[in-house]
């Protein structure tokens, strides 16, 4: 529970547009590696090839 509060503690001492900086910091590597977790994410939970193209679209191709 330390580290969340510290990470509370540091998000509420930042400014509103430090904080839309990082959440769009963060929804750019998201986007620059979705293809890549959409097919490591449902691996990693057991689930088959034929159903992780789901994630990312390219069930159609199957």
């Known amino acids: 529970m330390g580290a969340a509060s510290t990470a509370f503690h540091t998000w509420s ?3 509103k547009q430090e904080r839309i900086d990082l959440l769009d910091a963060i ?3 998201l986007t620059a590696r979705q293809e890549e ?3 490591t ?3 990693g939970n057991g689930v ?3 159903c ?3 994630a ?3 069930w ?3």
Do not use: F, H
């Open 56 to 58: 990312t679209g390219r």
């Open 60 to 62: 159609r191709d199957r």
């Open 37 to 39: 977790l959409g097919e």
């Open 41 to 43: 994410i449902p691996k």
């Open 13 to 15: 001492l930042s400014s």
């Open 48 to 50: 088959s090839d034929r």
């Open 52 to 54: 992780s193209g789901l």
């Open 27 to 29: 929804v750019a590597g």
